[in-house]
Structure formats: C-alpha cells, structure tokens
T-cell receptor, first 112, second 115 residues
Framework: GNSVTQMEGPVTLSEEAFLTINCTYTATGYPSLFWYVQYPGEGLQLLLKATKADDKGSNKGFEATYRKETTSFHLEKGSVQVSDSAVYFCALSGTTGGKLIFGQGTTLQVKP | GAVVSQHPSRVICKSGTSVKIECRSLDFQATTMFWYRQFPKQSLMLMATSNEGSKATYEQGVEKDKFLINHASLTLSTLTVTSAHPEDSSFYIC???????????FGPGTRLTVT
C-alpha cells in the first residue's frame, strides 16, 4: 500500500540556518504530494503541494520538488526563522481529492 | 482563508459513556469531511471519510458501530465515540475539503481522555 516516511525529529537549528526535512514515499501510479505544517495549538495547514513529477511546490520560502526517480519530496528552506518552529508533515494522495496518507511528522525547533 | 472548527477542544469522560465531537466548516461548504486520529508522537491515521447526505466510509480496522459519523449538512459533521474506553483516549482531528480537490482544511483537534 501507499506510505510516507519522514526523517525523525526533533530538528533543532539556529535562526538563519538551512533546513532540509527528508520525505520519501511508496505509491502506485502518480500520487500528489503535500507538506503540511502544524503550529502549536493550531490545526494543520497546507504549506505546499506538487501534483506531478518534477513539479516544485513553494510557499513562505519553503520549497519541495517532486522527484519520481528517487520517490522523494524533501522540504527545504534557505534561512529559517524562530516563527518556523512547528511540526511538519509530509503526505500523499493516491487520487485527486482522495484521502491523505501522512508521514510521522518532524518537529522543528529554531533557536534565536 | 477557509476555517474549520471543532468542539469541544478537550473532553474528559468516564468509561462506558458516549462523547460527541463536532466539526464545522465556518465559511465554506464541504461535501466531504475526514476524521483522523493522532497518537502521541505519531502520525495522523484516517478513520473515515464522510460525505454529506450519505453513509461514511470507514478505513479498515475502524469499528463503525463504535465511531459513529454523521454528516447531516454541508457545514457540519459529527463523530460520536460510543461506550468509550481508556484505549479510545486520543487526539481526534477533522478536515474538510472545499472546491479545490487537492486541499483539505483542518480543524484544531479534540483531545479525548477516557477515565
């Protein structure tokens, strides 16, 4: 079945450091890929998405590229801020509008 | 942006009682809502998909008679945990799908503790 694997956290960085959170997936066909972010005390929010191979999703300085050859969708940001501290979830959907399958989440802590 | 609310945010109940959790889309109509369960330091696990006016579709291993889902309107879905037991204690999260089929809007979650 479809699955998503994320790097374990927590990830602790200093402000302005470069961020990478690894995400790989297993799926049949051509899934859509997502990154969601959950700030403390809030619900999950869609951060970015990519719906086909080689697409790059981007938002708020974060980027992720849909790599079918390596079945990966790694999240990157060039310079993190304290306000980026949150839990980040990688997810996939096997069909348009279908159910989401989540990775285990990665906690990011950014220190000033 | 689209907002989804959940009520209550926290609930404590005694073993054997039933608890109802509401999920509302506040500024959009949602034909489809999803219910997830999240264990500490673990991922979200989809429990069921709820379509307005029809029966919910439950994921394998989820007891439909224990977790009753009703989606009576385009803005409200409810999850009732019947005859709750301590192992049902968890964080329950709903989401609603709007016009964009790729995007789900998530509620803030409900922490259920069964004593």
């Amino acid at each position: 079945g479809n699955s998503v694997t994320q790097m374990e956290g927590p990830v602790t960085l200093s402000e302005e450091a470069f961020l990478t959170i690894n995400c790989t997936y297993t799926a049949t066909g051509y899934p859509s890929l997502f990154w969601y972010v959950q700030y403390p005390g809030e619900g999950l929010q869609l951060l970015l998405k990519a719906t086909k191979a080689d697409d790059k999703g981007s938002n708020k300085g974060f980027e992720a590229t849909y790599r079918k050859e390596t079945t990966s969708f790694h999240l990157e940001k060039g310079s993190v801020q304290v306000s980026d501290s949150a839990v980040y979830f990688c997810a996939l959907s096997g069909t348009t509008g279908g159910k989401l399958i989540f990775g285990q989440g990665t906690t990011l802590q950014v220190k000033p | 942006g689209a907002v989804v609310s959940q009520h209550p945010s926290r609930v404590i109940c005694k073993s054997g009682t039933s608890v109802k959790i509401e999920c509302r889309s506040l500024d959009f109509q949602a034909t489809t809502m999803f219910w997830y369960r999240q264990f500490p330091k673990q991922s979200l696990m989809l429990m069921a998909t709820s379509n307005e006016g029809s029966k919910a579709t439950y994921e394998q291993g989820v007891e439909k008679d224990k977790f009753l889902i009703n989606h009576a309107s385009l803005t409200l879905s409810t999850l009732t945990v019947t005859s709750a037991h301590p192992e049902d204690s968890s964080f329950y999260i709903c989401s609603a799908r709007g016009r964009d089929p790729y995007e789900q809007y998530f509620g803030p979650g409900t922490r259920l503790t069964v004593t």
